[in-house]
């Protein structure tokens, strides 16, 4: 019995794949750019987050994306939900959390919390349902108008889940006058692909009323800007504008018309064989996220990129007296929160002629007698170390509010803790650092990459590489520190740790922000 049905399938699946496709629909080249620093806008519950799974929304360089016919999307629905094995359910809980996910990208939820999801009757309507309740897990706080409701059981379900949160719902007629005034966000899940005509009531004055919308709140479109012609898109203009359109399983031809800042797409569930079928060109998925960005990236205002930094306060009588404890804490907490490469380090220098600068370094140790770190003694930072040994070490734990400033007189460590440590590191750097004469002008790659494979070549055999003698540690003697913790309004707390001539003891001093 099992096999028959398993036969059945692969008949099923076959006859899918091998049915001649659609008249391809144009494609349409879109950049895709990486991710801007507005999407990494820290938020007070972001504060202490830890780093695990943080989506950066493609990082790749170019690609092209597809767009579907009305027909098309309409096929592929069913095939998905045919041949496939998908359920509507799975295939609507994946939509919505896309919705969801690419809304959390750029909307944060400490400044855009209160969101209004205006579902339709359709599965459009079904995906905004679902992402208001991942909304809601999310952190924000949305409210439903779902005037057409079904009453097949998918959707009950769905009002029911939403209601066992306490999600508001609200009729039309009583929307507020003002929708700025009430919420931040508003996702249009009204109509998707199956739209066609013009708008019938009730929908028809709810997207008169998203038209004519000032700034606030901002519209996130599900799949189709609603009352937009699926293919030709907004053609008779005077259509709605969303700031955000999120594409599920690949944009629609009206998608090529939406100029607004911000266009993701979701739907991380497209199978190969259908890609094939239909000559999908879709961009990857970064990482484990449900979204991807794709088309411009918008344009910043960089004079209003700013955080508002929230975190615990950081009080003199909690901090350690011994400053190089109180780094040991604050370390471990970085490393523990999983922030990547908490030993990168600002070094900063100066030349003989008092002029700076600076470069990151890594720290490989420290303790009470000081910071190490290794590099080139013939490098730009090691001439400037020889003219002046002082040096200012900074870092900056973005995700924890954090900055640590450490200074002082900067000297060389033994040959013996250097060679320990040279070769302790991987035998390619080793070579690396015999290759590179750090800081000195290079007439090409190919320069460096020759003399690479000649020496990786010639220690194939596993013999000993030599250290370079101009390679090793410095180490700073701290005489100063300061520790950083940003605070809401700019009244960030700073504890300054200095030592006086002669005196052993640290002295803690609270500093203005
Ligand atoms: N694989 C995928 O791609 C996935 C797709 N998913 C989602 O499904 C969406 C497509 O869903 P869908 O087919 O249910 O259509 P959708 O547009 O929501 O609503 C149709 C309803 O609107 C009505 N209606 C139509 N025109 C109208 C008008 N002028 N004025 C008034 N009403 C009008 C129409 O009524 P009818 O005209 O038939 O009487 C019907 O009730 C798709 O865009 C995506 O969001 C994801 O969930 C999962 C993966
Ligand atoms: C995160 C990070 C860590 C780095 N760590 C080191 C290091 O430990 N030692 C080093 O010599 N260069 C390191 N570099 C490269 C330096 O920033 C710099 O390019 C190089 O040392 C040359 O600097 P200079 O010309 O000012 O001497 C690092 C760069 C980055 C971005
Ligand atoms: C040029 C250079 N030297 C040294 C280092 C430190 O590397 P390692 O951790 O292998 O000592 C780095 C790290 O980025 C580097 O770029
Ligand atoms: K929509």
């Known amino acids: ?79 998905l939900m045919g041949p496939l094995g998908f359920s509507v359910d799975q295939l609507m809980e994946l939509a919505g959390l896309s919705v969801a996910t690419s809304v959390a990208e750029v909307y944060k939820p400490s400044e855009y919390s ?38 097949k059981s998918l959707y009950t379900g769905l009002v029911t889940q939403l209601e066992s949160l306490s999600v508001p719902f609200v009729s039309l007629e009583d929307l507020p006058e003002n929708l700025s005034e009430d919420f931040d966000v508003i996702i249009d899940a009204i109509f998707g692909f199956s739209f066609h005509g013009a708008p ?6 709810i997207i008169r009323r998203l038209q004519t919308l000032q700034k606030r709140p901002v519209i ?39 100029s607004g800042p911000h266009h993701f797409l979701g739907g991380r569930f497209v199978p190969p064989s259908v890609a094939e079928k239909y000559k ?23 004079s209003a990129m700013r955080v508002n930094y929230v975190s615990p306060e950081l009080l003199e009588d909690q901090v350690e007296s011994d400053p190089v404890l109180q780094f040991r804490k604050w370390f471990d907490e970085a490393v523990a929160a999983g922030l990547r490469e908490t030993n990168a380090m600002a070094l900063s220098t100066t030349n003989k002629d008092r002029k700076p600068s600076s470069r990151m370094v890594l720290l490989k140790g420290f303790d009470e007698n000081g910071f190490v770190w290794f590099t080139n003694y013939e490098s730009k930072k090691g001439s400037d170390l020889s003219e002046n040994p002082f040096a200012a070490l900074l870092f900056y734990w973005e995700d924890m509010n954090r900055q640590v400033r450490i200074e002082g007189p900067v000297e060389r460590i033994s040959e013996e803790e250097s060679e320990n440590y040279y070769h302790s590191r991987p035998r390619g750097s080793q070579i690396g650092a015999i290759v590179s004469k750090q800081s000195s002008v290079v007439p090409g790659r190919h320069v460096l990459y020759d003399e690479y494979e000649e020496l990786t070549k010639k220690y194939s055999d596993g013999s000993v590489i030599p250290k370079p003698k101009n390679w090793g540690g410095f180490r700073l003697k701290p005489n100063l520190f300061e520790f950083w913790q940003g605070q809401p309004s700019r ?11 002669g005196n052993p003891a640290w002295i803690i001093r609270r500093l203005a922000p």
């Not at 007070?44 to 790749?60: D, E, G, V, W």
């Not at 009244?491 to 001539?501: G, K, T």
Request: contains cysteine; aromatic residues 8%; positive net charge.
């Open 1 to 79: 019995m099992r096999t028959v049905i398993r036969r059945r399938v692969t008949r099923m699946i076959s006859a899918f794949l091998f049915q001649p496709p659609l008249p391809i629909s144009p494609k349409h080249q879109y950049s895709l750019l990486p991710l801007t620093t507005t999407q990494r806008f820290l938020t007070a519950s972001h504060s202490f987050r830890t780093l695990s799974t943080k989506s950066i929304p493609n990082m790749q360089d170019s690609a092209s994306v597809s767009y579907l016919s009305q027909r098309e999307a309409a096929e592929i629905d069913e095939t």
């Open 114 to 151: 209160r969101v209004l999801a205006i579902c339709g009757p359709g599965n459009n309507g079904g995906d905004g349902l679902v992402a208001a309740r991942h909304l809601h897990h999310f952190g924000y706080k949305p409210s439903i108008c779902y005037p057409k409701r079904t009453s």
């Open 200 to 205: 019938r009531p009730p929908f028809d004055a």
């Open 220 to 258: 996130v479109s599900v799949d189709i800007p609603s009352g937009w012609h699926v293919e030709e898109g907004d053609h008779e203009g005077g259509g709605i504008k969303p700031d955000m359109l999120v594409s599920l399983t690949a944009p629609k031809l009206c998608a090529k018309s939406f």
């Open 280 to 302: 999908l060109e879709l961009p990857s998925y970064p990482g484990t996220s449900m979204c991807v960005r794709i088309g411009k990236p918008p344009k910043v205002d960089i």
């Open 491 to 501: 009244l960030h707390d700073r504890l300054q740790y200095s030592l006086q001539e």
